[in-house]
């Protein structure tokens, strides 16, 4: 069984996008993410700051590195995953935890400016159509 996590996070550092071998494209990316609330006394409090990695394939990945940004606010669905690997120096075990995005995001309020919103087209002078009926 999958379980997916959502994390809200500020992008560290433009997304690195490569096509492997095999022809998929995978995108990674780092997001920051603070844990924020209010106290008793209506005060933000912040837990320390968490970075974690974010590796997406296919479609996901493409997206990605069309409209994430460093600085960009986003929205991750996924699952953690964790991988170990023989540094090929040391010979030791290596290890990193990260996110396997399902679904990512940017979110609605406060990006960037490099993030801007297309121009609000001007309301309709004309009557609409089903005012003639």
């Known amino acids: 069984m999958t379980m997916l996590h959502t994390f809200v996070g500020n992008v560290t550092h433009d ?51 069309e409209q994430v940004r460093v600085g960009s606010k986003v929205i991750v669905v996924g699952e953690i995953e964790y991988q170990t690997w023989p540094d090929p120096e040391t010979k030791e075990t290596r290890s990193r935890r990260y996110i396997r995005a399902v679904h990512i995001g940017l979110t609605l309020g406060s990006q960037p400016r490099s993030h801007t919103a297309p121009r609000e087209t001007p309301p309709e002078t004309a009557e609409p159509s089903w005012a003639d009926a």
């Open 15 to 65: 997304p690195e996008i490569r096509t492997t071998k095999t022809e998929k494209v995978v995108a990674e990316v780092k997001i920051a993410v603070t844990e924020r609330w209010r106290d008793e006394k209506g005060q933000w409090q912040d837990k320390p700051t968490v970075f974690w990695p974010v590796q997406a394939w296919h479609e996901t990945a493409r997206a990605i590195g």
